[in-house]
């Protein structure tokens, strides 16, 4: 009973953070909002029984990647948002179409899919540190070595790329 | 109450995808628009620990990691390359920046 | 119904004690700075400046609670609020002894024991980067805008060398869990040295050690690395437009952290709550330290440095009397000697932070981030590639 409260709350927590993340005008405010969804996710990860993928999205996600996010927004000194969609398609079609979207997914979900097991925190604890390191050093060795050189890439790339010219 | 069916968690997850597309279509700074695309890829991820959890196998939950630290390497150089643009162009609004001249 | 019952019961407990904790380390803190400096701390207040932390409360209650115009609202009021929870939630998962029995309930000394605890903690300290990130950013300052974003890179910049020196512990215990780690370092070598993690064979982590109280000096934003929020270099820091009891929040945060900081290295390096030396012996240390000092108090009765000391030394010598025989009642034995232990260390850990303090100059700020990317990573790396190794061939 308490997962299924927690489910709720939960869920309703990162629905909302998501419409303010859209509907916000000022970038820290999307942000931060942004921070409420992984947060909630992270919860949402711990009741299916991924206790290393929460704490990994809360330190990857929430402690690092957002912190850049908030970062650059401060340095930047990103002020409101100015103007809207000029094109009328999207204005007047938009909507129907994300609800249409919406909706197919549902409908696939519940249609398309075979019948899926209920949730009950504690039923499976599957996402250990342990079992996560024998399957990623084993079975999935070469995209691990191959993600290592990505970040390192990427380290590369910001670093030349935010360098300041120097004439 | 009994407890929660997994349908709830992939309709969660699409829910929260929807809200990404319309960030990434409707807003104007470029900021914003990044974090709509951070947002789709949780979405993702939820969609993936939900699998994981439906065939109790723990691929989903080594897919989702994966997921997760592309997500941050494109972060840094998507930031390095925003900081590029303020600094040429002076204006962090996607409309702004629509000739090749700078 | 047992269960929510005794958490709640752990709960009112542990932070009656942190709080109460908090308010005397900055006695505490003000003493020992203070007798570094050849000066006496507050005196006054209470006897020997006891009642300071007291006085200090009421005084940052009463103050005017500025909300000055020229903010942004929402997140001014916000950024103590995440600082001040995020410090205080980490002390959760930290356990104090083993297991025990307490009127036929076993419970484990701590408030819930995570399986995923040191990640627990590395997590809340990467999120709390927000509380000094947003508190900055809103007061709308120059200088609260500098020192906010000095001490965000400075804090995300020692997180790498602190997650890397963290690892190594872990790869000695196998286990992720803080209590598992501790249990983990229970036992001798040769009957009288402990298993801690500091003499644990594979490979010894004493260079480990060195580098987490370095970098947790960096994290918590303490001298040698406190420029971020310097007297003489930034008005504040980020906490410049904070007036009363926000301003208490971010001080208590700050103290919160340390406090934490200090019980993570003692579980992960000084072995938790086991004894220096086997059990029979160790078990009348707590006995010994209080005896002597009540001793100490009634000797400086006797030569009193001001007249009134006369009447409060032989007060604080009974009542250290008094703790020293309740460190002898066998039925509570079972309880108090781990926490005799368990605060001995992370007591020494926190006298050290102090003393730093009142030692070392200041890092600058580019030296701060130069020390760290150069120097502190790279030692971590090879910690972690050597007790690997060992860990591996051994």
């Given at each position: 009973m308490i997962d299924t409260i927690l489910f709720i709350i939960f869920a309703i927590l990162a629905i909302v953070s998501g419409f303010n993340l859209v509907l916000q005008k000022h970038p820290i405010s999307s942000a931060l909002s942004l921070i409420g969804v992984m947060g909630s996710l992270a919860v949402l990860y711990l009741l299916l029984g991924a206790e290393f993928l929460a704490m990994a999205q809360m330190i990857v996600?929430?402690?690092a990647v957002m912190v850049l996010f908030v970062l650059v927004i401060m340095l930047l000194n990103a002020g409101r948002e100015k103007g809207s969609t000029k094109s009328w398609f999207a204005q007047i079609a938009g909507l129907p179409l994300l609800l249409c979207l919406v909706a197919l997914l549902g409908f696939l979900i519940r249609a398309i899919l075979p019948p899926l097991r209920s949730v009950e925190f504690g039923?499976?604890?599957?996402?250990t540190a342990e079992h996560i390191g024998q399957l990623l050093f084993t079975t999935y060795l070469l995209p691990f070595e191959v993600i290592s050189i990505l970040i390192l890439i990427a380290i590369l790339g910001a670093v030349v790329l935010a360098r300041k010219e120097l004439d | 109450m009994g407890h929660v069916p997994l349908s709830w968690y992939l309709v969660l997850s699409a829910i929260l995808f929807v809200l990404g597309v319309a960030g990434f279509v409707y807003r104007k700074s470029i900021i914003t628009v990044f974090m709509s695309i951070e947002l789709m890829l949780n979405a993702v991820n939820l969609s993936f620990v939900s699998f994981s959890y439906e065939l109790r196998r723990i691929d989903g939950q080594i897919f989702s990691f994966f997921v997760m630290v592309v997500a941050a390497a494109e972060a840094a150089v998507g930031l390095a390359i925003i900081l590029t643009i303020f600094r040429n162009r002076g204006t962090l609004q996607i409309d702004e920046v629509d000739s090749m001249k700078l | 119904m047992n269960f929510f019952i005794v958490s709640v019961i752990k709960i009112v407990l542990v932070f009656a004690v942190f709080m109460t904790t908090l308010a005397y380390l900055q006695w505490v803190e003000r003493k020992v700075l203070a007798h570094i400096q050849s000066r006496t701390g507050?005196?006054?207040?209470?006897p020997h400046g006891l009642m300071q932390p007291l006085a200090d409360v009421f005084k940052l209650l009463t103050k005017e609670d500025l909300l000055p115009?020229?903010?942004?609202k929402f997140f001014y009021l916000l950024a103590p609020f995440i600082a001040v929870c995020l410090a205080l939630i980490s002390?959760?998962?930290?356990?104090?002894g083993p297991e025990i029995e307490v009127g036929g309930t076993r419970t484990y000394m701590q408030i819930s024991d995570v399986n995923v605890g040191i990640l627990f903690i590395l997590a809340i300290s990467s999120v709390s980067v927000y509380g000094v990130a947003l508190a900055g950013w809103s007061s709308n300052n120059k200088y609260s805008l500098m020192g906010a974003l000095r001490s965000s890179a400075q804090m995300i910049s020692y997180e790498l060398p602190l997650t890397l020196v963290i690892v190594c512990p872990l790869l000695l215990a196998n286990h992720l869990s803080l209590r598992a780690i501790s249990d983990s370092q229970a036992g001798y070598y040769l009957g009288f040295?402990?298993?801690?993690s500091i003499f644990?064979?594979?490979?010894?982590q004493i260079f480990g050690f060195l580098i987490f109280m370095v970098a947790a000096f960096a994290e918590t934003n303490r001298?040698?690395?406190d420029l971020p929020e310097a007297e003489n270099e930034?008005?504040?820091?980020?906490?410049?437009?904070y007036s009363s009891m926000k301003f208490a929040c971010f001080f208590m945060s700050e103290y919160a952290n340390m406090v934490t900081i200090t019980c993570v290295a003692t579980l992960l390096?000084?072995?938790?709550?086991?004894?220096?030396?086997?059990?029979p012996y160790s078990n009348w240390v707590a006995t010994a330290v209080l005896l002597f000092i009540a001793i100490a108090c009634f000797f400086q009765a006797m030569r009193?440095?001001?007249?009134?000391d006369q009447y409060t030394f032989p007060f604080f010598g009974i009542g250290f009397l008094i703790l020293a025989a309740l460190w002898t009642v066998p039925s509570f034995q079972f309880i108090l000697i781990p926490i005799f232990w368990f605060a001995g260390k992370v007591a020494f850990l926190l006298f050290t932070y102090i003393w730093v303090r009142g030692t070392l100059p200041r890092f600058r700020y580019d030296q701060l981030m130069h020390f760290a990317w150069t120097f502190l990573f790279p030692c971590a790396l090879l910690n972690l590639l050597l007790t690997a190794l060992f860990v591996a061939v051994f």
């Amino acid at each position: 009973m308490i997962d299924t409260i927690l489910f709720i709350i939960f869920a309703i927590l990162a629905i909302v953070s998501g419409f303010n993340l859209v509907l916000q005008k000022h970038p820290i405010s999307s942000a931060l909002s942004l921070i409420g969804v992984m947060g909630s996710l992270a919860v949402l990860y711990l009741l299916l029984g991924a206790e290393f993928l929460a704490m990994a999205q809360m330190i990857v996600y929430g402690g690092a990647v957002m912190v850049l996010f908030v970062l650059v927004i401060m340095l930047l000194n990103a002020g409101r948002e100015k103007g809207s969609t000029k094109s009328w398609f999207a204005q007047i079609a938009g909507l129907p179409l994300l609800l249409c979207l919406v909706a197919l997914l549902g409908f696939l979900i519940r249609a398309i899919l075979p019948p899926l097991r209920s949730v009950e925190f504690g039923s499976w604890v599957g996402g250990t540190a342990e079992h996560i390191g024998q399957l990623l050093f084993t079975t999935y060795l070469l995209p691990f070595e191959v993600i290592s050189i990505l970040i390192l890439i990427a380290i590369l790339g910001a670093v030349v790329l935010a360098r300041k010219e120097l004439d | 109450m009994g407890h929660v069916p997994l349908s709830w968690y992939l309709v969660l997850s699409a829910i929260l995808f929807v809200l990404g597309v319309a960030g990434f279509v409707y807003r104007k700074s470029i900021i914003t628009v990044f974090m709509s695309i951070e947002l789709m890829l949780n979405a993702v991820n939820l969609s993936f620990v939900s699998f994981s959890y439906e065939l109790r196998r723990i691929d989903g939950q080594i897919f989702s990691f994966f997921v997760m630290v592309v997500a941050a390497a494109e972060a840094a150089v998507g930031l390095a390359i925003i900081l590029t643009i303020f600094r040429n162009r002076g204006t962090l609004q996607i409309d702004e920046v629509d000739s090749m001249k700078l | 119904m047992n269960f929510f019952i005794v958490s709640v019961i752990k709960i009112v407990l542990v932070f009656a004690v942190f709080m109460t904790t908090l308010a005397y380390l900055q006695w505490v803190e003000r003493k020992v700075l203070a007798h570094i400096q050849s000066r006496t701390g507050p005196l006054r207040v209470g006897p020997h400046g006891l009642m300071q932390p007291l006085a200090d409360v009421f005084k940052l209650l009463t103050k005017e609670d500025l909300l000055p115009p020229y903010v942004n609202k929402f997140f001014y009021l916000l950024a103590p609020f995440i600082a001040v929870c995020l410090a205080l939630i980490s002390i959760s998962i930290i356990p104090f002894g083993p297991e025990i029995e307490v009127g036929g309930t076993r419970t484990y000394m701590q408030i819930s024991d995570v399986n995923v605890g040191i990640l627990f903690i590395l997590a809340i300290s990467s999120v709390s980067v927000y509380g000094v990130a947003l508190a900055g950013w809103s007061s709308n300052n120059k200088y609260s805008l500098m020192g906010a974003l000095r001490s965000s890179a400075q804090m995300i910049s020692y997180e790498l060398p602190l997650t890397l020196v963290i690892v190594c512990p872990l790869l000695l215990a196998n286990h992720l869990s803080l209590r598992a780690i501790s249990d983990s370092q229970a036992g001798y070598y040769l009957g009288f040295i402990p298993r801690w993690s500091i003499f644990q064979m594979p490979f010894p982590q004493i260079f480990g050690f060195l580098i987490f109280m370095v970098a947790a000096f960096a994290e918590t934003n303490r001298l040698p690395f406190d420029l971020p929020e310097a007297e003489n270099e930034l008005v504040a820091g980020f906490h410049t437009e904070y007036s009363s009891m926000k301003f208490a929040c971010f001080f208590m945060s700050e103290y919160a952290n340390m406090v934490t900081i200090t019980c993570v290295a003692t579980l992960l390096f000084l072995g938790g709550w086991h004894p220096l030396f086997p059990a029979p012996y160790s078990n009348w240390v707590a006995t010994a330290v209080l005896l002597f000092i009540a001793i100490a108090c009634f000797f400086q009765a006797m030569r009193p440095a001001r007249k009134r000391d006369q009447y409060t030394f032989p007060f604080f010598g009974i009542g250290f009397l008094i703790l020293a025989a309740l460190w002898t009642v066998p039925s509570f034995q079972f309880i108090l000697i781990p926490i005799f232990w368990f605060a001995g260390k992370v007591a020494f850990l926190l006298f050290t932070y102090i003393w730093v303090r009142g030692t070392l100059p200041r890092f600058r700020y580019d030296q701060l981030m130069h020390f760290a990317w150069t120097f502190l990573f790279p030692c971590a790396l090879l910690n972690l590639l050597l007790t690997a190794l060992f860990v591996a061939v051994f």
